[in-house]
């Protein structure tokens, strides 16, 4: 199983991007769907995710601002990043975790994508 992140670049505070992961490989399901990043200096730390039936979870900091989406038929999941701040700077990591097979789990992550905010 593999995930293609994309969407990431520079944006002036206040601006929005949208972060895409695509999923690929045979014969697997994908139970939860996430969104980690990591700043220079820091340990990588969950921004959100979202199950396969669509509830959410996200970090107290982006709370009101990221919007996290999944398409099931198209094995992608989103970020919708608005309302950015310097601190959101950071590789932007995707995550899926499921099954291959019925029986065989797998935990993949994207390769990251930098997303920086200016002040």
């Known amino acids: 199983v593999q995930l293609q992140a994309s969407g990431g670049g520079l944006v002036q505070t206040g601006g929005s991007l949208r972060l895409s992961c695509a999923v690929s490989?045979?014969?697997?399901?994908?139970?939860?769907m996430g969104w980690y990043r990591q700043a220079p200096g820091q340990q990588r730390e969950l921004v959100a995710d979202?199950?396969?039936?669509?509830?959410?979870n996200y970090a107290d900091s982006v709370k009101g601002r990221f919007t996290i989406s999944r398409d099931n038929a198209k094995n992608t999941v989103y970020l919708q990043m608005n309302s950015l701040k310097p601190e959101d700077t950071a590789v932007y990591y995707c995550?899926?975790?499921?099954?291959?097979?019925?029986?065989?789990?797998?935990?993949?992550w994207g390769q990251g994508t930098l997303v920086t905010v200016s002040s």
């Open positions: 979202i199950t396969g039936g669509g509830s959410t």
């Open positions: 995550n899926a975790e499921g099954n291959i097979g019925l029986l065989k789990p797998f935990r993949s």
């Open positions: 490989g045979h014969m697997f399901t994908i139970a939860t």
